[in-house]
């Protein structure tokens, strides 16, 4: 049996392959190859984190996503009485009411207030002013409705605070508010054009 043939120079020798396995530099001991372990928070840092999470999970559900799942919607009524239209459009000064409330077709009403009631073909709208904080509001009377006007008008109205979740009028400044229950809000107006100067 022959001998296999090994070379004959330093330089043809086989390099073994490098281990990366870390070295005791004290024992001269190796570390065994393996995947290192990862460590785990404890139990208590674990709730703690739920807790935190949960926490801010409530927080943007109730201060930003809730605001905008229950966005504002805003209508305008041209005409009065059975010829009276109304259409849903954007939010701005054009839009004479908010729509305070949608009903099924054959309900009775609105929640008692001062509401303009609207029936569709599939609906009824309860709708309340589309008043604005700061601004200044003037009868609309051809639409049953205000619009929004100067603060000079001697009949106009101004918005000076929205109070929310209360239909509560008697914070507003001389409890001079116009309440809503459905839903809970309350205007808080003064008449600029009969204030003394």
């Known amino acids: 049996m022959t001998k296999p043939e090994e070379p004959d120079t330093p330089a043809e020798q086989p390099v073994p392959?490098?281990?990366d396995r870390?070295?005791?530099?004290?024992d001269g001991n190796v570390e065994p190859a393996g995947?290192?372990?990862?460590?785990?928070?404890?139990?208590?840092?674990?709730a703690v984190i739920a807790?935190?999470?949960a926490g801010i999970g409530f927080v943007v559900f109730r201060y930003v996503?809730?605001?905008d799942a229950a966005a504002i919607e805003c209508a305008t009524v041209t005409g009065s009485g059975d010829s009276a239209k109304v259409e849903?459009?954007?939010c701005g000064d054009a839009a004479a009411f908010r729509i305070a409330s949608r009903k099924d077709v054959s309900?009775?009403?609105c929640a008692e207030g001062a509401y303009r009631e609207m029936r569709t073909e599939k609906e009824l709208l309860c709708l309340m002013p589309n008043f604005v904080k700061g601004n200044c509001y003037v009868p609309d009377d051809p639409n049953q409705a205000f619009k929004v006007g100067s603060c000079e008008a001697s009949d106009a109205i101004k918005v000076v605070d929205e109070l929310r979740d209360t239909s509560d009028p008697s914070p507003c400044p001389n409890g001079n508010g116009l309440g809503y229950p459905e839903p809970p809000v309350v205007f808080c107006l003064e008449t600029p054009g009969t204030t003394d100067s």
């Open 17 to 19: 392959e490098s281990d």
């Open 22 to 26: 870390a070295v005791d530099f004290l």
């Open 35 to 46: 995947p290192r372990k990862l460590k785990t928070l404890p139990l208590w840092a674990v």
């Open 51 to 53: 807790v935190l999470i």
């Open 65 to 67: 996503l809730a605001d």
């Open 88 to 90: 849903v459009v954007g």
């Open 107 to 109: 309900a009775p009403g």
